[in-house]
């Protein structure tokens, strides 16, 4: 089974984002993927400002990371960026905290003049922690995903669509790196 660890950066938890990626998380649950989360926004700021590596929360939120084999890093676009909250929680992974696994970044914005967003903020980073592994990801536009009158969420047939494509990518990409990671039976 995939272990997949989603790193949420909205400080929002009732974002368009959030509704994102709960729909991400059923499609990859419906694959048999194993789901877990680190929403950095709940955090302990404190831990996160101070770079607090050896905090009970960090060190949680790390051993999800570092158990996975597929890390979601979610995002919505600030300032032509990542929030400030994921990257003060990227800079407490380990260096080398992304290696061996597959990466699928999720970014939503005001409108696609920050598509490339994912390309030259966050791709960087990631690369510095040793991701390899990274696929293309998501951007979705704020209109994609509607409020409705009830509270909850709509989003555009459309954006499932590519959600269900990039969630069975990613389950698909985990599943062979396992499958060729494992020793040959027979041989100890």
């Known amino acids: 089974m995939v272990k997949v ?37 709940e955090l302990p700021a404190d831990d996160l400002i101070h770079t607090r590596f050896e905090s009970e929360a960090i060190v949680k939120a790390n ?20 929030t400030g909250v994921l990257k003060t929680f990227l800079d407490l992974v380990p260096q080398k905290g992304l290696t061996g696994k597959v990466i699928l970044p999720l970014f939503i914005g005001g409108s696609l003049a920050h598509l490339l967003t994912i ?17 293309a990801g998501v951007y979705t536009v704020d209109a994609q995903v509607a409020r409705t009158e009830q509270g909850g969420f709509e989003i555009a047939e459309e954006l499932k669509t590519r959600l269900a494509e ?5 389950v698909r990409e985990a599943q062979l790196r396992l499958k060729f990671s494992e020793p040959p039976k027979g041989l100890s």
Request: net charge negative; proline share 5%; aromatic share 4%.
């Open 119 to 135: 390309d030259y903020a966050l791709k960087p980073v990631l690369s510095a922690l040793g991701a390899r592994h990274i696929l």
């Open 5 to 41: 660890t989603v790193i949420n950066g909205t400080p929002n938890p009732s974002s368009r984002l959030q509704a994102v990626i709960e729909l991400t998380e059923e499609l990859l649950r419906s694959q048999g993927a194993e789901v877990h989360h680190v929403n950095v926004g």
């Open 166 to 170: 990039n969630a069975a990518d990613l």
């Open 63 to 82: 051993a999800l990371v570092a158990q996975a084999d597929a890390v979601i890093v979610a995002s919505p676009v600030y300032q032509a960026s990542y």
